[in-house]
């Protein structure tokens, strides 16, 4: 019997800033329950899935911003949700903006077991976008790096009902580092939820472009590590600013198996194989027999883009029409 897993995204459209927690978490509950109806096991919600994506406004203070943090989970207004999760039999994992007991900000998720228990916690680690407003600050920003701290909590692996899951959060998806480090992990499945504008202040890409960099990143992240990637967008327009939908479900070998059709609330289902990674990670991807960590030395050493490294034995000449000499251990040089 191949092991299975019946996972949903579901996707989240627009939360305006004027919705309350009690609003959002009907709507979260009517997504849970759809899932539910489908027998998924598994339903991944959004990034700061109980407030409109609020990193878009400029707010100097941040004391005046706790209204968009969660100091609990669950709270009052949240518990609805997990008592239903529970009720249903179903986990599922869940992005908020976190503020601790001793003030830290931090763009958190967590995922949930199907009893209803918090199997595990990730702290956004990847903030994109800028810590103070770019061009008029009344316009959309995206000021993560204002609002949170960076992760302290690594990038883990995590068992939810027998299935090894690995998490991150939107920004995160584009880093290829993300998946290995979860893959090297034994992860199975790797969600996320992700609020993703059209672009950023200052820098506005093709639309057609964020949704193919949004999916090469998922289908690569999946095939490069052999795993199931589970993407669920907050989508659609919230206070004029509209973010793209297309979450997805990708298989290890990097094929969209089931996408959004719109940017509205949705759920996107599939019963993923978890067998099928085997193959994969048995050939081509069997890591232990083929990768060379002592060759990638510069991905730990360096943050930015450098100088090349001298390569040995090549010994760098001024361009004589003949190129490089390049000593070689088996002949003399000419
Ligand atoms: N959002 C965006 C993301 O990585 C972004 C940031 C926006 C990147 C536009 C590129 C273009 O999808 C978050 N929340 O990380």
Not at 236 to 251: H, K, P, Q, R
Not at 324 to 330: D, E, L, S, V
Request: with cysteine.
């Amino acid at each position: 019997m191949r092991r299975q897993l019946s996972v949903a995204a579901a996707q989240v459209g627009g939360i305006q800033p004027g919705e309350t927690r009690e609003e959002v978490v009907r709507r979260l509950i009517l997504l849970l329950e759809e899932a539910a109806a489908r027998s998924t096991r598994l339903v991944v919600f959004p990034e700061l899935t109980l407030t409109t994506f609020f990193p878009r406004y400029w707010a100097q203070d941040l004391a005046s911003t706790d209204r968009w943090f969660e100091t609990e989970m669950p709270g009052p207004s949240v518990q609805p949700l997990f008592d239903r999760a529970r009720e249903l039999g179903v986990g599922f994992y869940l992005g908020y903006a976190e503020l601790t007991g001793d003030g830290h900000r931090y763009n958190t998720s967590i995922l949930v077991d199907s009893t209803g228990r918090i199997v595990g916690r990730y702290r956004k680690i990847h903030l994109p976008g800028h810590a103070r407003p770019v061009g008029d600050e009344q316009a959309p920003q995206h000021l993560e790096k204002h609002y949170f701290e960076v992760g302290d909590l690594g990038l883990g692996v995590f068992d939810v009902d027998g299935v090894r899951i690995g998490m991150c959060l939107c920004n995160d998806r584009r880093w290829a580092e993300v998946y290995r480090v979860l893959a090297l992990q034994g992860a199975e499945v790797v969600v996320l939820g992700y609020n993703s504008p059209l672009g950023l202040p200052g820098w506005q890409p093709e639309p057609h472009h964020m949704m193919s960099a949004h999916l090469l990143s998922l289908q690569a992240g999946a095939y490069q590590n052999s795993l199931w990637v589970v993407a669920a967008a907050k989508a659609g327009v919230e206070d004029g600013a509209e973010m793209i939908g297309g979450s997805a479900l990708v298989s290890p070998a990097g094929e969209v198996v089931a996408r959004a059709t719109g940017t509205g609330d949705e759920v996107v289902q599939t019963v993923a194989d978890l067998d099928l990674a085997a193959a994969y990670r048995a050939e081509i991807f069997d890591f232990e027999a083929h990768r060379r960590p002592d060759q990638y030395r510069l991905i730990t050493e360096r943050t930015g883009r450098g100088a090349p490294v001298p390569v040995p034995g090549q010994v760098p000449e001024p361009l004589t029409g003949h190129g490089p000499r390049i000593a070689t251990t088996t002949q003399e040089t000419r």
